[in-house]
C-alpha cells in the first residue's frame, strides 16, 4: 500500500525552528518529485517547496525561501522540511505529496492538482 505519513509538526515560538518528516512506504521515491503544502484556516493552500528525489533539485516559494529547506534522505525514503525563523504566518496543517516525475516535469512547480498521493497531514502552530 502506498503510504506517506508526516511527522514533526507541534507549537512552535516564533522565530523559532521545526523540522517536519515525510516517510514513504509501499514505493521508492527515486522516480518521484516530493512537495509540501500547507493549508491554514480561512486561507488558500499554498505550495511550499518541492524536490526530486532522484536528482535533488529543489523549488520553494517565495514566502519561505531563505527560511526553509527540503531534503531528502535516499536510504530512508524520507524528504525533510526544515523550516527556520517561523512566523505566525506559517501556522497551517502541512501535507507531504507525491507524483511519478521520473523526467522532473513537476520539480519547478507547486502544483496541487499535479500530485497523485497524500499524507494526512501535520499541524504546525506558531505562537507569537
Known amino acids: 500500500e502506498v503510504q506517506l505519513v508526516e511527522s514533526g509538526g507541534g507549537l512552535v515560538q516564533a522565530g523559532g525552528p521545526l523540522r517536519l518528516s515525510c516517510a514513504a512506504s509501499g514505493f521508492t521515491l527515486d522516480d518521484y518529485t516530493i512537495g509540501w503544502f500547507r493549508q491554514a484556516p480561512g486561507k488558500e493552500g499554498e505550495g511550499v517547496s518541492c524536490i526530486s528525489f532522484g536528482y535533488g533539485m529543489t523549488h520553494y516559494a517565495d514566502s519561505v525561501k531563505g527560511r526553509f529547506t527540503i531534503s531528502k534522505d535516499n536510504a530512508k525514503n524520507t524528504v525533510y522540511l526544515h523550516m527556520n525563523a517561523l512566523e505566525p504566518e506559517d501556522t497551517a496543517i502541512y501535507y507531504c505529496?507525491?507524483?511519478?516525475?521520473?523526467?522532473?516535469?513537476?520539480?519547478?512547480?507547486?502544483?496541487?492538482?499535479?500530485?497523485?498521493?497524500w499524507g494526512q497531514g501535520t499541524q504546525v502552530t506558531v505562537s507569537l
Open positions: 505529496a507525491a507524483v511519478y516525475d521520473p523526467l522532473t516535469i513537476v520539480a519547478d512547480q507547486l502544483l496541487e492538482s499535479e500530485y497523485d498521493y
